[in-house]
């Protein structure tokens, strides 16, 4: 048995040596090319297998990145960064675009002059109605600034207005225009002779015959508006209280021109928009002195640059301070409308903001024994030196008939002799007002 596999094998080396030699194959390279080509097909399989893993990785790579892009995107867009982006810049402070904006304004402003002329004075002295004729306009082109401005730890910045005023020809009539109108410091003084004490009484009276002074004067436009010499005028800045002296030369727009002595500091929305841009305080008092009500000596109203966002503050009315006006006056959200292709919230004058306690409960300060107002008046001696002036709508518009029936040449109308503001709800800044 072993012989016969012995010489198995020996014949099978022999086959093989002879097919070595006819066909030149080896049996061992057959088997390591056989082991190469299985080699090779695992490799290629490897490969393909590697390769598909890489695709799969990459695309899941992507899936991944894709869905956090997305859960950013959406957590993102949740939040109001315009608003946030509005609002950082809103706020007052140096060098955000709010503070470019209040410091100088880049925005024409006018401002439009009308004078009632009195073409009966004669008349009116012997007890005929007054005919007014309403010359105008007169414009003036201003150009204003803060100054002196100072930041404050108390979120509060203080400045002072610098205005200049130049008169603008070719939107005016001439400003040459004779004018006839009453003599304002003839009646100022003739309306305080009752507190000067009978023997200071009598000899201004005497005084004022023996100047032969007039209840009315003839001036021209410019005149009355910008200053005129009066000897009046010059007695009482020398000798009147300090408090109550008026300035050198009598004219109705002096006080507006150049850098006015009023120290004004408004909030600047740091701790608090519901306050940003009304004012805080004016020359170190938070109250305005010729008042003595809450309601009537409250400084809290915007002086006409930046207004409280209403959509944090949830209200439909704004308050606004003017110096002239001497008080706060209210104004209430109307509608929304457009100006120059924006929305902006329209808000006007309060029917009831002028006028007697009975119709508003707030004007119970404003009230005064020598003068009983109806709607639409309010008397504002104390803040113009004790002079006869008094508060209304151009034209008597929105006033008790019986002022409009005691003249002749008024009429009224809403469209151009209301008060109003145009306020743009995102921003906030004042695009445009009227106040009359």
């Known amino acids: 048995m072993k012989l016969k596999m012995g010489l198995t094998n020996h014949y099978l080396r022999i086959g093989q040596r002879v097919r070595e030699l006819l066909l030149g194959i080896s049996l061992n390279s057959q088997r390591r090319s056989d082991s190469n080509e299985f080699n090779s097909r695992t490799t290629q399989m490897s490969m393909l297998i590697s390769h598909r893993t890489k695709f799969n990785n990459r695309r899941l790579s992507v899936i991944i990145i894709g869905v956090i892009t997305l859960i950013i995107g959406i957590?993102?867009?949740?939040?109001?960064?315009?608003?946030?982006?509005?609002?950082?810049?809103?706020?007052?402070?140096?060098?955000?675009?709010?503070?470019?904006?209040?410091?100088?304004?880049?925005?024409?402003?006018?401002t439009k002059l009308y004078i009632y002329n009195v073409t009966n004075p004669d008349g009116f002295l012997r007890g005929d109605k007054p005919k007014l004729r309403e010359i105008g306009p007169f414009v003036y082109k201003e150009d204003m600034e803060k100054v002196n401005i100072k930041f404050h730890e108390n979120f509060t910045v203080s400045y002072q207005h610098k205005k200049i005023l130049r008169f603008v020809p070719e939107l005016s009539i001439d400003k040459n225009t004779e004018i006839v109108t009453p003599n304002i410091p003839l009646l100022t003084l003739t309306s305080q002779s009752n507190s000067l004490g009978i023997l200071l009484s009598k000899a201004l009276s005497l005084a004022v015959n023996m100047a032969k002074y007039k209840p009315f004067i003839s001036?021209?436009?410019?005149?009355?508006?910008?200053?005129?010499?009066?000897?009046?005028?010059?007695?009482?800045?020398?000798?009147?209280?300090?408090?109550k002296r008026p300035m050198d030369r009598m004219g109705l727009l002096i006080g507006?021109?150049?850098?006015?002595?009023?120290?004004?500091?408004?909030?600047t929305g740091h701790n608090s928009m519901k306050n940003f841009g009304y004012i805080n305080k004016l020359n170190g008092l938070n109250y305005i002195s010729a008042w003595k009500g809450t309601s009537c000596a409250s400084v809290n109203g915007s002086e006409g640059s930046f207004f409280p966002p209403r959509d944090i503050t949830k209200l439909n009315s704004v308050n606004v301070y003017d110096k002239d006006l001497c008080r706060v006056i209210p104004l209430v959200y109307q509608e929304t409308v457009e100006k120059d292709g924006i929305e902006v919230d329209l808000f006007e004058l309060d029917k009831k903001a002028y006028g007697n306690s009975k119709d508003n409960k707030e004007n119970e300060c404003f009230d005064d024994y020598s003068f009983a107002p109806e709607v639409g008046i309010q008397n504002i001696s104390p803040c113009h030196y004790g002079?006869?002036?008094?508060?209304?709508?151009?034209?008597?518009?929105?006033?008790?008939?019986?002022?409009?029936?005691?003249v002749e040449g008024l009429t009224p109308n809403k469209t151009i002799h209301k008060t109003y503001f145009k306020i743009q709800p995102v921003r906030l800044n004042n695009l445009g007002f009227k106040p009359n």
């Open 219 to 243: 001036v021209t436009a410019d005149q009355l508006a910008f200053g005129y010499d009066d000897a009046l005028v010059s007695l009482a800045h020398t000798f009147y209280p300090k408090h």
């Open 75 to 110: 957590l993102l867009s949740s939040i109001p960064w315009l608003d946030y982006f509005i609002l950082k810049n809103l706020r007052l402070w140096n060098d955000t675009l709010s503070y470019y904006y209040w410091q100088r304004p880049g925005v024409i402003r006018l």
């Open 387 to 406: 002079a006869p002036v008094y508060l209304s709508n151009p034209h008597f518009y929105q006033t008790d008939d019986i002022y409009l029936n005691s």
């Open 256 to 267: 507006r021109n150049g850098t006015l002595t009023e120290v004004s500091s408004i909030h």
